[in-house]
């Protein structure tokens, strides 16, 4: 069978580092391709090369049996290339439907043709499960994960013969995985390629039919079955080297018992997100909220930091209450919060990768108001080396970083003394198998220092397996509170779909 | 588990920075960047500067050439800089009102407030130093409210200073009957400002370098700097990582009005008055200034340096018509085009950086 894309020797080079040295992709018409690797492995700057983002400096791209060379993403898309990048980029005044046709407005002698782009819209969020979407709504409003929805329904908006998806599923909860899936289905058996990343393994399982993998910049393996290799064959392809994906040792159930409540949270409602929440964190304890996109957990959390106003409830850290609406003073109380989404809520895309860690904590590297540059570099550096965040240099601009690297540090900002309470929103989004591994290593350590730790995952194994206690919501209610022990991944599942349409 | 992974992570080649010694810092966010090591990045920070720098020089050159005798005179240099003063003050703050996110047109209304709230007999009764300290209180007072306004009453920026503009000069006009209040002879201290020179320069050149000076470290060394840029690069990131984004704001526009006050003391040194009609049209000298050193409307990028070296550009250009007797009409299509090369330039850099 011929092929519909043949990448051959890409190569990128950008400042200080060689991002791409010497890549080889092939990919068939109607198959998913999954590509693997590493943070940093240089996945995204490849599919960015291919939508026209970047242009190489060396290598030759192949597009149905012609050498094509794209100077900008538009001309990618003319030729039948559509791509979903990492980070998100739409426009959050605009509405959705105008998003999905931005660039390709349906247009009568220059006028907009809003109801006949609200139809399409609506047909298009309908086919990914999400008809209740409106097409008139304001981007800016929906969760990440309806954002993340509605720039595929932008991808499928085009005439493709090939769509890249570069980490879709991070943003999704479960039961909205298998709608994309059903998607890639419809459109691969339309002969339609699907170029796939992502750092969940058992994804490509279910979905990919080949797979390559990047490492440092090169090609580690081409065009490897997707079902038949074995896990440990991909992960030491990837990493070099072999990696157990465990989750680290928990405390024996019962231990934190009599120890102090960090955070006791009675009655708490947001009034069309959750209704009357109560629960608490104790003293070196790990407490996983487990439900849909939806369900309220996002919202819960960022209640509890005061980032979100109650109607009604109350939250107590240490014994003092947070008062709403100021994250200055739930800091001052000693709490942290990771965001969901990192590129609109947690990073500071115009400074370096060590000035992005230490803006949280900076009163704490200053004296009067004068920051110790020195004592804050060093602080930085400390961690960069302890979360393994490459490239290693934390002077350099956060942008030019790996989304899974950009999302270390933003877990490394709250790696600081004087933490009684961290609130983990979807952690390790974009995180590689590995560096995981490591991320739940310092969790657990952190809690076994006697912080308390509120964990939001959209991944069900990864809250039963490091969380000790596990709150289950569905539509914004708690319907279930028990020890992670006692729980598995098919019940949770169940708990939290039951009712849903699935 | 951890050791597998240190050790592992130990024996991994990522490709390593090329120049040890980069000083990406240097230039925060510039990030030009061709593919050539990190180090080019510092040195393109500082290339942004250079081209200011660069025309700054040609400038000079145009003036010396067209007219030689009149433009290297030491009286002139001294004009050039007392006429930058009184802007430059206020562009500092514009400076920090800018890369926190936000824009303040109420600039020279409020300095002309300042001003003639300095000179009511009133308030020269008390002498020198009390005119001072009122100018630089209204000025201050005004921002803050400015500042309330916008960060509490979630005002558009834009809108609530440009309120602030129109009702700071109506009530400088009203206060002063629209006439021009002359600093009274007991409070010549004021007027020193400008006639007493240390090393050839009017004391007020001092007071300019004292702002821009202390300007520069609070932005790039303090806590309060950090948290500007952090403020206007990306205000809910900000919020979350415990910042309190509405006081910040609030202090940003009070202290541009304190700018403004301290503008008011330097205009009322070198014209000896008080007037509703000061500083017209001061916030596009201001404001263009800082676009043009480089600082992104948008906020969250950008340095003093770069503002002082626009504001020197434009003061430039204004002597240089004047001195070639030229009309003051070509001297603003001048300006215009200055502007839009620099934003050009601007938006080629921020292009090649990808
Ligand atoms: N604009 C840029 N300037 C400089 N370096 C960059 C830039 N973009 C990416 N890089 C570097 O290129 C390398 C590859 O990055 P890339 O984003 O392709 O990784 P990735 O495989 O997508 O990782 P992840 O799984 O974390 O998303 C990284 O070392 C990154 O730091
Ligand atoms: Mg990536």
Same mark, same amino acid.
């Given at each position: 069978?011929?092929?519909?894309?043949?990448?051959?020797?890409?190569?990128?080079?950008?400042?200080?580092?060689? $991002?791409?040295?010497?890549?080889? #992709?092939?990919?068939?018409?109607?198959?998913?391709?999954?590509?693997?690797?590493?943070?940093?492995?240089?996945?995204? @700057?490849?599919?960015?090369?291919? %939508?026209?983002?970047?242009?190489?400096?060396?290598? @030759?791209?192949?597009?149905?049996?012609?050498?094509?060379?794209?100077?900008?993403?538009?001309?990618?898309?003319?030729?039948?290339?559509?791509? *979903?990048?990492?980070?998100?980029?739409?426009?959050?005044?605009?509405?959705?439907?105008?998003?999905?046709?931005?660039?390709?407005?349906?247009?009568?002698?220059?006028?907009?043709?809003?109801?006949?782009?609200?139809?399409?819209?609506?047909?298009?969020?309908?086919?990914?499960?999400?008809?209740?979407?409106?097409?008139?709504?304001?981007?800016?409003?929906?969760?990440?994960?309806?954002?993340?929805?509605?720039?595929?329904?932008? $991808?499928?908006?085009?005439?493709?013969?090939?769509?890249?998806?570069?980490?879709?599923?991070?943003?999704?909860?479960?039961?909205?995985?298998?709608?994309?899936?059903?998607?890639?289905?419809?459109?691969?058996?339309?002969?339609?390629?699907?170029?796939?990343?992502?750092?969940?393994?058992?994804?490509?399982?279910?979905?990919?039919?080949? &797979?390559?993998?990047?490492?440092?910049?090169?090609?580690?393996?081409?065009?490897? +079955?997707?079902?038949?290799? +074995?896990?440990?064959?991909?992960?030491?392809?990837?990493?070099?080297?072999?990696?157990?994906? &465990?989750?680290?040792?928990?405390?024996?159930?019962?231990?934190?018992?009599?120890?102090?409540?960090?955070?006791?949270?009675?009655?708490?409602?947001?009034?069309?997100?959750?209704?009357?929440?109560?629960?608490?964190?104790?003293?070196?304890?790990?407490?996983?909220?487990?439900?849909?996109?939806?369900?309220?957990?996002?919202?819960?959390?960022?209640?509890?930091?005061?980032?979100?106003?109650?109607?009604?409830?109350?939250?107590?850290?240490?014994?003092?209450?947070?008062?709403?609406?100021? @994250?200055?003073?739930?800091?001052?109380?000693?709490?942290?919060? $990771?965001?969901?989404?990192?590129?609109?809520?947690?990073?500071?895309?115009?400074?370096?990768?060590?000035?992005? *860690? @230490?803006?949280?904590?900076?009163?704490?590297?200053?004296?009067?108001?004068?920051?110790?540059?020195? %004592?804050?570099?060093?602080?930085?550096?400390?961690?960069?080396?302890?979360?393994?965040?490459?490239? +290693?240099?934390?002077?350099?601009?956060?942008?030019?970083?790996?989304?899974?690297?950009?999302?270390?540090?933003?877990?490394?900002?709250?790696?600081?003394?004087?933490?009684? #309470?961290?609130?983990?929103?979807?952690?390790?989004?974009?995180?590689?198998?590995?560096?995981?591994?490591?991320?739940?290593?310092?969790?657990?350590?952190?809690?076994?220092?006697?912080?308390?730790?509120?964990?939001?995952?959209?991944?069900?194994?990864?809250?039963?397996?490091?969380?000790?206690?596990?709150?289950?919501?569905?539509?914004?209610?708690?319907?279930?509170?028990?020890?992670?022990?006692?729980?598995?991944?098919?019940?949770?599942?169940?708990?939290?779909?039951?009712?849903?349409?699935? | 588990?951890?050791?597998?992974?240190?050790?592992?992570?130990?024996?991994?080649?990522?490709?390593?920075?090329?120049?040890?010694?980069?000083?990406?810092?240097?230039?925060?966010?510039?990030?030009?960047?061709?593919?050539?090591?990190?180090?080019?990045?510092?040195?393109?920070?500082?290339?942004?500067?250079?081209?200011?720098?660069?025309?700054?020089? !040609?400038?000079?050159?145009?003036?010396?050439?067209?007219?030689?005798?009149?433009?290297?005179?030491?009286?002139?240099?001294?004009?050039?800089?007392?006429?930058?003063?009184?802007?430059?003050?206020?562009?500092?703050?514009?400076?920090?009102?800018?890369?926190?996110?936000?824009?303040?047109?109420?600039?020279?209304?409020?300095?002309?407030?300042?001003?003639?709230?300095?000179?009511?007999?009133?308030?020269?009764?008390?002498?020198?130093?009390?005119?001072?300290?009122?100018?630089?209180?209204?000025?201050?007072?005004?921002?803050?409210?400015?500042?309330?306004?916008?960060?509490?009453?979630?005002?558009?920026?834009?809108?609530?200073?440009?309120?602030?503009?129109?009702?700071?000069? =109506?009530?400088?006009?009203?206060?002063?009957?629209?006439?021009?209040?002359?600093?009274?002879?007991?409070?010549?201290?004021?007027?020193? !400002?400008?006639?007493?020179?240390?090393?050839?320069?009017?004391?007020?050149?001092?007071?300019?370098?004292?702002?821009?000076?202390?300007?520069?470290?609070?932005?790039?060394?303090?806590?309060?700097?950090?948290?500007?840029?952090?403020?206007?690069?990306?205000?809910?990131?900000?919020?979350?990582?415990?910042?309190?984004?509405?006081?910040?704001?609030?202090?940003?526009?009070?202290?541009? =009005?304190?700018?403004?006050?301290?503008?008011?003391?330097?205009?009322?040194?070198?014209?000896?008055? =008080?007037?509703?009609?000061?500083?017209?049209?001061?916030?596009?000298?201001?404001?263009?200034?800082?676009?043009?050193?480089?600082?992104?409307?948008?906020?969250?990028?950008?340095?003093?340096?770069?503002?002082?070296?626009?504001?020197?550009?434009?003061?430039?250009?204004?002597?240089?018509?004047? !001195?070639? =007797?030229?009309?003051?009409?070509?001297?603003?299509?001048?300006?215009?085009?200055?502007?839009?090369?620099?934003? !050009?330039?601007?938006?080629?850099?921020?292009?090649?950086?990808?």
């Amino acid at each position: 069978m011929s092929d519909l894309l043949v990448m051959r020797g890409i190569v990128k080079q950008f400042p200080g580092v060689r $991002a791409l040295d010497g890549v080889d #992709l092939d990919v068939r018409a109607g198959e998913v391709h999954c590509l693997l690797g590493q943070n940093g492995a240089g996945k995204s @700057t490849l599919i960015k090369i291919l %939508a026209g983002a970047h242009r190489p400096d060396e290598g @030759t791209i192949t597009l149905g049996g012609e050498e094509v060379r794209f100077a900008n993403p538009i001309a990618a898309i003319k030729s039948g290339i559509s791509t *979903i990048y990492q980070e998100l980029d739409l426009v959050d005044g605009l509405s959705v439907a105008e998003n999905i046709f931005l660039g390709h407005e349906q247009a009568a002698y220059g006028f907009t043709r809003r109801g006949e782009m609200n139809k399409e819209a609506s047909k298009l969020l309908g086919r990914l499960g999400h008809g209740e979407i409106r097409p008139t709504r304001e981007v800016g409003r929906l969760s990440s994960a309806g954002k993340q929805i509605v720039s595929m329904a932008r $991808a499928l908006s085009h005439e493709t013969r090939l769509i890249v998806m570069d980490e879709p599923s991070a943003a999704l909860a479960h039961d909205e995985v298998g709608n994309l899936f059903r998607v890639i289905r419809d459109l691969t058996a339309q002969g339609v390629a699907v170029v796939y990343i992502s750092h969940r393994l058992e994804e490509i399982r279910e979905i990919g039919d080949r &797979v390559t993998v990047l490492k440092d910049g090169r090609t580690a393996a081409v065009g490897l +079955p997707a079902r038949e290799t +074995p896990t440990s064959t991909v992960v030491s392809l990837m990493t070099g080297r072999d990696v157990e994906y &465990v989750f680290p040792q928990r405390p024996a159930p019962g231990s934190h018992e009599g120890r102090p409540e960090v955070l006791k949270v009675e009655g708490l409602t947001v009034a069309g997100h959750f209704a009357d929440v109560s629960f608490s964190v104790r003293e070196g304890e790990i407490v996983g909220l487990a439900g849909l996109v939806g369900s309220g957990r996002s919202e819960i959390v960022e209640a509890v930091y005061g980032a979100r106003r109650p109607s009604t409830g109350r939250v107590v850290l240490s014994g003092e209450t947070v008062r709403t609406g100021s @994250t200055t003073r739930s800091v001052r109380l000693g709490m942290g919060l $990771a965001p969901e989404e990192r590129k609109s809520q947690a990073l500071l895309m115009n400074e370096s990768v060590g000035r992005n *860690i @230490t803006i949280a904590g900076l009163g704490r590297y200053a004296r009067f108001g004068w920051v110790d540059r020195r %004592a804050e570099r060093e602080a930085a550096d400390r961690l960069v080396k302890t979360l393994d965040i490459r490239p +290693p240099d934390s002077r350099r601009p956060i942008r030019t970083l790996s989304g899974g690297n950009q999302q270390k540090a933003v877990f490394a900002r709250w790696l600081v003394e004087g933490r009684k #309470l961290l609130l983990l929103d979807e952690p390790t989004r974009g995180v590689d198998v590995g560096a995981r591994a490591e991320l739940y290593a310092v969790i657990r350590r952190l809690a076994d220092e006697g912080v308390g730790v509120l964990l939001v995952s959209s991944e069900v194994p990864e809250v039963l397996g490091l969380a000790d206690r596990v709150l289950v919501l569905r539509e914004g209610k708690v319907i279930h509170q028990s020890d992670a022990r006692d729980l598995d991944e098919s019940r949770v599942l169940d708990m939290i779909m039951e009712g849903s349409a699935l | 588990m951890t050791d597998a992974r240190a050790s592992g992570g130990g024996s991994q080649s990522t490709p390593p920075p090329v120049d040890e010694h980069a000083r990406v810092e240097a230039a925060p966010g510039k990030g030009g960047g061709r593919p050539n090591g990190a180090g080019i990045l510092g040195r393109v920070g500082e290339a942004r500067h250079l081209g200011l720098v660069v025309a700054l020089v !040609l400038l000079a050159v145009v003036g010396l050439v067209t007219t030689p005798g009149s433009f290297a005179t030491s009286s002139n240099l001294v004009s050039i800089l007392a006429l930058a003063s009184t802007i430059g003050v206020i562009t500092v703050g514009m400076t920090f009102v800018i890369i926190g996110g936000g824009i303040d047109l109420s600039v020279g209304a409020i300095m002309a407030l300042a001003s003639v709230w300095a000179t009511t007999l009133a308030t020269q009764s008390y002498g020198p130093w009390v005119m001072s300290i009122c100018a630089i209180l209204v000025g201050t007072g005004a921002g803050l409210l400015n500042g309330f306004l916008i960060s509490y009453g979630r005002m558009v920026p834009f809108i609530a200073t440009l309120a602030m503009l129109v009702a700071a000069r =109506g009530l400088a006009q009203r206060m002063s009957d629209r006439r021009t209040q002359l600093v009274q002879p007991d409070n010549n201290a004021i007027v020193e !400002l400008s006639t007493t020179r240390v090393l050839g320069l009017p004391l007020l050149v001092y007071i300019f370098a004292f702002v821009v000076i202390i300007g520069w470290i609070v932005l790039n060394r303090t806590t309060f700097g950090r948290r500007t840029y952090a403020v206007g690069g990306n205000p809910e990131a900000a919020r979350l990582a415990g910042i309190d984004v509405r006081r910040h704001t609030m202090m940003l526009y009070a202290l541009s =009005g304190l700018c403004c006050g301290i503008a008011a003391v330097i205009i009322m040194a070198r014209t000896t008055t =008080g007037s509703s009609t000061h500083g017209d049209l001061y916030e596009l000298d201001a404001i263009a200034a800082v676009i043009i050193g480089g600082t992104l409307l948008t906020g969250g990028r950008g340095t003093i340096i770069g503002s002082i070296l626009g504001l020197l550009i434009f003061t430039l250009i204004t002597n240089l018509f004047i !001195l070639n =007797g030229l009309n003051t009409s070509d001297q603003l299509i001048a300006k215009g085009l200055i502007i839009v090369i620099a934003v !050009l330039l601007q938006r080629r850099s921020l292009e090649t950086r990808t």
